[in-house]
Nanobody
């Protein structure tokens, strides 16, 4: 049974940083595509960043240069380092594991506010 669990969200002031993490089990982690999505209130879920099994990364234009996705296959964990956060980054952040047959976590709330 595949389980995907996010953690590390929270409340941060504008300009601050957070590093949510996502642990996946029940799958061959190193073989899988991993991605972070986010969904703000009243908006559609959008892709933020992804990393392939080979380490190729992709970033949405709105986060490029501020966010970094990384994976630790030994810990079955993917991270999203988020710097220079702004209120527009406020959303529930979801982890996706797998490309053709994706599994999703329950999400972690990130709120950027003074």
């Amino acid at each position: 049974q595949v389980q995907v669990v996010e953690s590390g969200g929270g409340l941060v002031q504008p300009g601050g940083s957070l590093r949510p993490s996502c642990a996946a089990s029940g799958m061959i982690f190193s073989d899988n595509y991993l991605a972070w999505y986010r969904q703000a209130p009243g908006k559609q879920r959008e892709l933020v960043a992804s990393v392939s099994s080979g380490g190729t990364t992709y970033y949405a234009g709105s986060v490029k240069g501020r966010f970094t996705i990384s994976r630790d296959n030994a810990k079955n964990t993917v991270y999203l380092q988020m710097n220079s956060l702004s209120p527009e980054d406020t959303a529930v952040y979801y982890c996706r594991a797998g490309l053709s047959r994706p599994y999703w976590g329950q999400g972690t709330q990130v709120t950027v506010s003074s």
